[in-house]
């Protein structure tokens, strides 16, 4: 499938204008995500249609706490992701290469196989595990005909996308899980980009009045500090102090096995700070 949102340069190369990184390609070469392919001059998004998970999973899971809460929810994932965080808890389908296994459905198929699942209590797709924004194109398409159906549309993202393609996506979508790593740029950094395009698209999609919920992963001596805590519920607490914020717990993943994990006592302490700023905290 050809992707969307790219320029075409001379001599074949082309830019991807999907996510803030910009990838200049050549003929032959993938985008920091994995997935989007110069071929010849066109950009296509070689994962289109390629699942590699489903399941039915309640709301909560996403997580989402507040988004018709008790519901069960159709999850669904490709592979690949436009970050490269050392401490990626599902790592082994969003750091993989196309060699892992998948099953082909097109939009329609998927979307049927959401509404044969109403009668188990599905509310819809959650596109999910790995980064959606590098399945786009395929959420996207398929996110339309759920709409039709009159079913709902979730998408579980870093939030690190482009304005263009977030307003053209959010005509579909019902509800956003963001993970806001830190508020801090230099952690960013290390998770391979940066904190402003993350805390725009939390704006955004909550001013075009989609359902946002934030997730911030508390890895222990990294972003575990009261004074960040304070700062993050802070920046939130600005855009509305309604917006529900999910504290988790790090498990040793990927390149952070020799780290421990976070423990709860860590994420009850940074729960009270958050409230002070927000009502709804979840950990």
Not at 108 to 134: C, F, H, S
Not at 138 to 164: C, H, Q, S, W
Not at 181 to 203: H, M, N
Request: charged share 25%; hydrophobic share 35%; net charge positive.
């Amino acid at each position: 499938m050809e992707a969307r949102f790219y320029d075409k340069l001379s001599n074949g190369a082309v830019k991807c204008a999907l996510c803030p990184h910009g990838c200049f390609l050549r003929n032959g070469e993938s985008g920091l995500c994995g997935v989007r392919e110069n071929r010849a001059g066109k950009l296509y998004a070689e994962s289109y249609g390629r699942v590699t998970a489903m399941a039915l999973d309640p709301i909560e899971k996403k997580p989402l706490g507040m988004f018709l809460p008790g519901s069960l929810i159709m999850s669904v994932s490709a592979y690949g992701c436009n970050f490269t965080c050392p401490f990626c808890q599902n790592h082994h389908i969003s750091r993989v290469s196309k060699d892992i296994d998948y099953k082909e459905y097109t939009p329609r198929d998927m979307a049927q196989a959401a509404k044969e699942l109403k009668a188990r209590g599905n509310i819809g797709i959650a596109y999910t595990y790995n980064e959606p924004v590098t399945f786009y194109e395929y959420a996207a398409d398929t996110a339309k005909l759920l709409r039709k159906a009159g079913m709902k549309n979730v998408v579980v993202t870093n939030g690190y996308i482009n304005p263009e393609p977030l307003a053209s996506w959010l005509q579909y979508i019902d509800a956003l899980a963001i993970d806001l790593k830190s508020i801090r740029e230099d952690f960013y950094k290390e998770a391979g980009g940066s904190l402003s395009p993350v805390l725009r698209t939390i704006q955004t999609a909550h001013e075009a009045g989609a359902h946002v919920e934030v997730i911030n992963l508390i890895i222990a001596g990294e972003n575990d500090s009261d004074e960040e805590m304070d700062k993050l519920s802070g920046w939130l607490g600005s855009v509305s102090q309604d917006v529900p914020l999910h504290l988790t717990r790090f498990r040793p993943s990927y390149r952070y096995t020799d780290r421990e994990a976070t423990p709860r006592s860590v994420t009850e302490r940074l729960a009270a700070r958050a409230k002070r700023n927000l009502r709804r905290v979840f950990y």
